[in-house]
């Protein structure tokens, strides 16, 4: 079904957003070349949850439990349902129908902290979806498609949904975000890492710090004044049953098409500046940096490993090393990573043993996890995660959460809640206090400065 296309998916979305299992995979293409399609779903069939011990399966007709590890249920399902929704017609579709999850950084994590052990929130959200919009920015068009009979009261829900136009809501926040970390605790772990680092345990650790605040209303108006001043080609917004994820990630994880497998790592940052000379300067700097390119090329040998374990053997390749990237207000230096699949592997298969990034935990990626856990006094939830489709045409794509807010939601709607936000960086030999530190907040400082402007409560 042909829907109105317009350059703004974000006015479509804005309508369903309330819908269950609600799901915007923004390109933020009227701000980005590298955009091209946005994928739009409400209303699974299917849903799995994976607690820490167990997994939950919701279908339309009825609930099960499973033990099994949640990569392995999530296999199972897909191939299984693949063969049901398979359409040759929508092969060239970037989804065509399929799971899309949201990962939390926890999901595979052996040593889990002691507040990880009473959590009852999930680690991951994966919907099944069989109606869906997609809009095509290069090809002007804006298409509904539903697989099958059985989806038609959902499928009529959903257009109708998206035909209406709703009423303006209210965010607010409550006061400005407050550092969950003290800066002498910053201090001691950035010692801690370094003394961890001439002993030879690892040669990188991604350390972040988390920055709170309370909020009431509508995350979805947060999302899209956020979109608006840092617009980012992996953006999304994921209503889960108990948060919403506002994330406006520049960073892709994993991509598979076709045999054809991605990674674009993310490593060096350095803010923008308003003086487009300054801004020039620090550009050139960042290109120049020694200490950048190493932590780059450091997670680019550990994503190569990574993805080689499910790659056909030579197949893996590094076309671009720290090409620098722009973004609204950092630079970044980006590796792109390319691959074949390996007949044996699933795409799955090739998500599961590589997450998560090993731009987000530092290498070697087992002990940095394991000094991540010792030292982060607070879990790291959908940050460091992903939010990843798995289309049942065998497409995957996924973004690493990084530039990302959580909103937990209210018992109430008209009660305050939590919304939360991490910012962090790479930590070297060669890496000083105060330049980590201020990395850690450039990141997300324009994130939260206009959360706080636009609104706080007075």
């Known amino acids: 079904l042909n829907l109105p296309y317009h350059s703004d998916s974000a006015l479509l979305f804005e309508n369903i957003h ?102 009852d929130s999930a680690l991951m959200n994966a919907g099944f979806y069989d109606v869906f919009i997609i809009v095509d920015h290069r090809n002007k068009s804006c298409t509904a498609y539903s697989l099958g009979e059985h989806t038609t009261e959902r499928f009529q829900r959903l257009i109708k949904a998206a035909r209406q136009v709703r009423a303006p809501d209210s965010f607010k926040l409550n006061h400005t975000f407050k550092r969950h970390l003290t800066p002498e605790s910053y201090r001691k772990n950035f010692s801690s890492i370094q003394e961890f680092i001439l002993s030879g345990d690892c040669y990188q650790i991604n350390y972040t710090q988390r920055f709170d605040a309370r909020y009431a209303g509508d995350p979805w108006f947060a999302y899209k004044k956020l979109r608006q001043i840092s617009p980012a080609p992996f953006s999304a917004y994921v209503n889960r049953p108990q948060s919403v994820v506002l994330s406006h990630s520049p960073e892709q994880f994993i991509q598979h098409n076709n045999g054809n497998i991605t990674s674009k790592p993310i490593k060096g940052t350095r803010a923008r500046k308003p003086n487009p000379q300054e801004d020039a300067l620090q550009q050139s700097e960042l290109i120049q940096s020694k200490k950048d390119r190493a932590e780059n090329t450091m997670i680019v040998d550990l994503l190569r490993n990574d993805i080689g374990r499910n790659a056909m053997i030579g197949s893996v390749n590094v076309p671009l090393l720290c090409q620098l990237e722009s973004y609204a207000n950092v630079h970044h230096l980006v590796s792109t990573i390319t691959a074949t699949l390996a007949e044996k592997s699933h795409p799955v298969d090739l998500f599961r043993d590589s997450f998560p990034g090993g731009s987000i935990t530092g290498a070697p990626k087992k002990r940095a996890m394991e000094i991540i856990d010792e030292l982060e006094d607070c879990k790291r939830n959908i940050y460091c995660g992903s939010i990843a489709y798995f289309s049942f045409n065998g497409k995957l794509d996924s973004n690493i959460t990084i530039r990302t807010l959580l909103c937990e939601k209210p018992e109430n709607e008209e009660e305050e809640s939590n919304i939360y936000c991490w910012g962090g960086g790479g930590i070297i030999a060669d890496s000083t206090l105060k330049e980590e530190y201020q990395e850690s907040i450039d990141k997300v400082s324009n994130l939260l400065k206009t959360l706080e402007q636009t609104f706080r409560c007075r």
């Open 18 to 119: 309330l819908l269950p299992g609600a799901v915007f995979l923004d390109s933020c293409a009227q701000h980005s070349k590298q955009g091209r399609y946005d994928i739009l779903a409400a209303l699974p069939y299917l849903q799995l949850d994976s607690f820490l011990q167990y997994s939950v399966i919701t279908s339309l007709s009825e609930v099960t439990c499973s033990r099994q590890a949640p990569f392995d249920i999530l296999k199972s399902l897909l191939i299984k349902e693949s063969i049901k929704n398979q359409c040759q017609e929508l092969a060239d579709l970037p989804f065509s129908g399929g799971a899309i999850a949201a990962i939390n950084y926890e999901l595979t994590h052996s040593c889990l902290s002691e507040d990880m052990q009473g959590s």
